[in-house]
């Protein structure tokens, strides 16, 4: 069964009179467990597909099922519980809450599912041990590096158990060594059996996943799977 | 909601100078209507003190004025008042309680090597439960006494402390006008008038001895005013009819004929007193009232530059499955929490700033729970009205939008 499915999305923009069909009759599946990668250039229609597939916009026409739920119709309270429920994000510049802890910022998709206030702080911890940050918790962002951001941002993405993770450019804003250890972390979730979903434009950052999808101009160029990946 | 509220007090903590600021504004505007509020009731509690101490129920009569070639004098000036108009409305008005016959003159008072001027009232005892004095040491005197022309003296309080200082004034003998008078009473103090004139700087004498041994009017008989008490409060108007009628008769004047004399009604001119005060606490709250809506603009102002400063938060935060209403929640918390705290904070220093102006400038004033309240709740309001537009705005953001605003 596949938990996510996209059958002939459209996305149109309109920039005054002009017409700008961002997504023109997409249409895929991932299933459950998988670890795909977007891959194409600015203007393909991937950072569209992305927002779709977060559930932070809507298609003018098809259909998106994401784990047996259809989104094209919800209110947005509706997709904003979507969002807390289903999808963990992790971004390219980590969009941590500045003024919060490691742990504060992991607990926050807590706060908003109603977990209370205990058992939030222990699923925090848990959360952030996964990516090796257990001796980090009470740091702020400003006083961690990069890649411990982009992990505390991981391990943010993992504290609600989602059944999908969607990576937007995790690696975009990191050195070479560091992406890698990302990248190792991201596998290392896959192999548990967590459904990534990673969106860049980097071929060595997609080298790691099992499937690529190439976006151009707003449809799918080409769609392979990797036989042995790392 | 409790996390809101921690989160909320985060964010204000983690700008303390402009948090403070903000608040400074509530603050004032507090502080201002509570002080404001304290002055007015004071003012008012001031002259609600004064009507139940001098009675609600009293009329004046007074002579009209005296004419000199055709140019009227001032009121009062005229002679045409006499003790027989006195008895006259003792025997014939029912409304009346008591009536007392007056003659005064600024004198002074003399004891050894003491003297003190004051206003000294030849009256009838009555005068006391006209006015509602009190005694405080010695006693009143009494009709036979008034009528007799005793050489007695009843002193007020502020009299009795300047000549005697600590020494006990009855039995001493005081000399007014070089005629020794034997002191019987001290009266109790009443303060000031809410005009500030000292109730208690007065000396009375029996009418009799007034007239005989102090001041030699020019026409016998003659009185400066004469000091009436209506039965009651609502009988003042009645009583009021009853001595214009029976003056008027005594006099024999037709109708549309000028009286000669002048009722004036305490109570009235209180009223007016009172209602002018009232006025103006009115225009004092509603000047402060003012600032305190400036302080809410201020509040709306940061809250829409707070909005717009963490765009990227509230992205953040709706990404991850933040509704609307959780957005909007977390602003108007925000908004409100500087509104209480400044609104705590102006209370306190209203009530400060009340006691200072009390303790330095001697004017009363009255913090009401009332006006706490008031104040309070307005803060309350202030902040929810404010902080509604910036927290309705920041719900509305995109979070696709929010989350790339650099």
Known sequence: MSLIDVRDIVKIYHTGDVELRALDGVSFSVGQGEFVSIMGHSGSGKSTMMNILGCLDVPDEGEYELDGERTGRLSKDALAKIRNAKIGFVFQGFNLLPRATALENVELPLIYAGVPGKKRKERGKTALERVGLADRMGHRPSQMSGGQQQRVAIARALVGETPLILADEPTGNLDTKTSAEIMDLFVALNREGKTIILVTHEPDIAEYSARTIRFQDGRILADERRENHA | ?406
């Open chain 2, 1 to 406: 909601m409790l996390e809101t509220l921690r989160t909320a007090i985060r964010s204000l903590l983690s700008n303390k100078i402009r948090s403070a600021l903000t608040m400074l504004g509530i603050i004032i505007g507090v502080a201002a209507v509570i002080t404001m509020v304290a002055i007015g009731a004071g003012a008012s509690r001031n002259i609600q003190q004064f009507i139940s101490g001098v009675g609600s129920n009293i009329l004046i009569i007074m002579p009209g004025a005296a004419s000199v070639g055709g140019v009227r004098q001032q009121a009062g000036s005229g002679a045409t008042l006499t003790t027989e108009d006195a008895s006259a409305l003792e025997r014939e008005a029912y409304a009346l309680k008591g009536v007392a016959p007056e003659i005064y003159s600024r004198t002074q008072l003399v004891y050894g090597n003491m003297n003190w001027s004051t206003l000294v009232t030849g009256s009838t005892s009555a005068i006391f439960d006209i006015r509602e004095w009190k005694i405080a040491d010695g006693r009143f005197y009494i009709d036979d006494e008034a009528r007799g022309g005793a050489k007695i003296v009843v002193l007020g309080a502020t009299v009795a402390k300047n000549l005697f200082g600590t020494e006990d004034p009855i039995g001493k003998i005081v000399r007014i006008r070089n005629v020794p008078m034997e002191v019987v009473g001290v009266l109790a103090a009443k303060g000031q008038t809410p005009w500030g004139q000292d109730q208690d700087d007065t000396a009375f004498v029996p009418f009799a001895t007034a007239q005989r041994s102090l001041f030699r009017r020019g026409i016998a008989n003659s009185v400066q005013r004469i000091t009436v008490a209506a039965v009651n409060g609502d009988s003042v108007p009645e009583a009021e009819r009853e001595i214009n009628a029976i003056l008027r008769q005594r006099r024999r004047l037709n109708e549309g004929e000028a009286s000669d004399f002048d009722v004036r009604n305490m109570a009235e001119m209180l009223d007016a007193a009172a209602q002018s005060t009232k006025v103006m606490s009115l225009l004092l709250g509603a000047v402060a009232s003012v600032s305190l809506l400036v302080g809410g603009i201020g509040i709306m102002n940061i809250m829409l530059v707070s909005v717009t400063e963490r765009t990227r938060e509230i992205g953040i935060r709706m990404a991850i499955g933040a509704r609307t209403s959780d957005i909007r929640t977390q602003f108007l918390m925000e908004a409100l929490l500087l509104s209480i705290a400044g609104g705590i904070i102006g209370i306190v220093l209203g009530m400060s700033a009340s006691r200072l102006i009390t303790g330095f400038l001697g004017w009363p004033t009255v913090v009401s729970t009332g006006s706490i309240v008031l104040a309070f709740g307005f803060s309350v309001f202030v902040g929810i009205f404010f902080g509604f537009y910036p927290a309705w705005k920041a719900s509305l953001l995109n979070p696709i939008e929010a989350l790339r605003y650099e």
